[in-house]
T-cell receptor
Framework: KQEVTQIPAALSVPEGENLVLNCSFTDSAIYNLQWFRQDPGKGLTSLLLIQSSQREQTSGRLNASLDKSSGRSTLYIAASQPGDSATYLCALGDTGFQKLVFGTGTRLLVSP | GAVVSQHPSWVICKSGTSVKIECRSLDFQATTMFWYRQFPKQSLMLMATSNEGSKATYEQGVEKDKFLINHASLTLSTLTVTSAHPEDSSFYIC???????????FGSGTQLSVL
């Protein structure tokens, strides 16, 4: 059974800092990995999707990497802003039909 | 981007009643939708996979007679919590995909509180 752990569980940083969120998983036989942000009352927003054959994806200030052999993914956020405050979730897909196993989440607070 | 609408956003009901939650893909057709549940301070857990025109596939430990899923069209899936009890109180959220290997889009979620 796939288990997904995210570290740290919570993170508080001042505006402008670069930060790294970690996601580890136990079964490397994954189809893809996604990073989401969860805002209260607004559901989930997909940030980045990495296919199993890829090593990283970038979107604006966000960069996600994937190392299947070590069972790890990292989400790098550059020049953090208060608007980045949210809970960040990584999720593993076992098929192309997007049946996901979610991590435990990292709650991020960026203060002005 | 694609939009998935979920209603209601929150609902409070008495124990023993049934509650229906709707999930609509507004600007794309979704042959497959997914229903997740999230208890406080826990991860999102997949409950079931909803396929248009066929029976839903439920995850182990999820009671199919209690959580009725109907996917009657390519843009609408509903989850009905029958005879709700306080332990069913949770955050329920749906997701839909445009197709194979496509990104998932999530609804805004429904907070259910059963008194």
């Amino acid at each position: 059974k796939q288990e997904v752990t995210q570290i740290p569980a919570a993170l508080s940083v001042p505006e402008g800092e670069n930060l790294v969120l970690n996601c580890s998983f136990t079964d490397s036989a994954i189809y893809n990995l996604q990073w989401f942000r969860q805002d209260p009352g607004k559901g989930l927003t997909s940030l980045l999707l990495i296919q199993s054959s890829q090593r990283e994806q970038t979107s604006g200030r966000l960069n996600a990497s994937l190392d299947k052999s070590s069972g790890r993914s990292t989400l790098y956020i550059a020049a953090s802003q208060p608007g980045d405050s949210a809970t960040y979730l990584c999720a593993l897909g076992d098929t192309g039909f997007q049946k996901l196993v979610f991590g435990t989440g990292t709650r991020l607070l960026v203060s002005p | 981007g694609a939009v998935v609408s979920q209603h209601p956003s929150w609902v409070i009901c008495k124990s023993g009643t049934s509650v229906k939650i709707e999930c609509r893909s507004l600007d794309f057709q979704a042959t497959t939708m997914f229903w997740y549940r999230q208890f406080p301070k826990q991860s999102l857990m997949l409950m079931a996979t909803s396929n248009e025109g066929s029976k839903a596939t439920y995850e182990q430990g999820v009671e199919k007679d209690k959580f009725l899923i109907n996917h009657a069209s390519l843009t609408l899936s509903t989850l009905t919590v029958t005879s709700a009890h306080p332990e069913d109180s949770s955050f329920y959220i749906c997701s839909a995909s445009k197709g194979f290997r496509e990104k998932l889009f999530f609804g805004s979620g429904t907070q259910l509180s059963v008194l």
